[in-house]
């Protein structure tokens, strides 16, 4: 697994490619920890990681270090693997609000 980030102003573009687990996760922390303070917004873009363990849902749903600034988390470019995880851990915990995750993923998509 390797990434790239892009920092544009306030909004960083962190491109994962290959598998997210726990194996991943520490070095994936670390990327969006390091990132600047003045990063505001945080993109992860998956198209190119096409699997996604429990660990994912770990990085997704991080709250902001109490430290740093407050983050926008959103994704982009799901797999199907990865996306049907999201759906699986909302109909578990119905009260997780993984729709915020989404802004480009269609509707229709998340109910199938």
């Known amino acids: 697994m390797h990434f790239t980030t892009h920092i544009d102003g306030s909004a960083a573009r962190i491109t994962v490619h290959g598998d997210i687990d726990y194996d991943t996760l520490p070095a994936l922390r670390a990327v969006a920890a390091g990132l600047p303070a003045g ?3 945080l ?3 998956l198209e190119h990681a096409r699997f996604m363990d429990v660990a994912g849902l770990h990085l997704l749903f991080e709250e902001s270090s109490p430290t740093g600034p407050p983050r926008k988390t959103t994704v982009t470019n799901l797999a199907p693997q990865p996306l049907r995880l999201l759906v699986l851990a909302a109909e578990i915990k119905p009260g997780l609000d993984f729709t915020r995750l989404l ?8 109910e199938n």
């Not at 802004?103 to 998340?110: I, W």
């Open 39 to 41: 990063v505001t917004e």
């Open 43 to 45: 993109v992860w873009d």
């Open 103 to 110: 802004p480009d993923t269609p509707t229709a998509l998340l």
